[in-house]
């Protein structure tokens, strides 16, 4: 099995800054990309950034966020700046991982972590 861990949510005023975390563990022949979602109340789970050779952002998030990865870690990182009330939401991280050299490749989400930005 594969499993996500995230980290570093919580509650911060508008204009701060945040830093998620993601650590897949488990059984991981490769990671073909890593990446972050988020699910604000009443609203559909939207894209906020994907790192899969290269990085692509929610446009509501470009130039905020930045997100990166440490392959020796199967970790996946989201750095949130300049925070606004809007990005309130749980943020979930989001695995496409290939278990064997034989086997093909699956998503894997995290439990989620909750961002609440203050006005």
């Known amino acids: 099995q594969v499993q996500l861990v995230e980290s570093g949510g919580g509650l911060v005023q508008a204009g701060g800054s945040l830093r998620l975390s993601c650590a897949a563990s488990?059984?991981?022949?490769?990671?073909?990309?890593m990446g972050w979602y988020r699910q604000a109340p009443g609203k559909e789970r939207e894209l906020v950034a994907t790192?899969?050779?290269?990085?692509r952002y929610a446009g509501s998030v470009k130039g905020r966020f930045t997100i990166f990865r440490d392959n020796a870690k199967n970790t996946v990182y989201l750095q949130m700046n300049s925070l606004k009330p809007e990005d309130t939401a749980v943020y979930y991280c989001?695995?496409?991982?290939?278990?064997?050299?034989?086997?093909?490749?699956?998503?894997?989400w995290g439990q989620g972590t909750q961002v609440t930005v203050s006005s």
């Open positions: 989001k695995a496409v991982v290939q278990r064997t050299v034989e086997s093909g490749s699956y998503e894997y």
């Open positions: 488990g059984s991981i022949f490769s990671i073909n990309g």
């Open positions: 790192s899969s050779g290269s990085t």
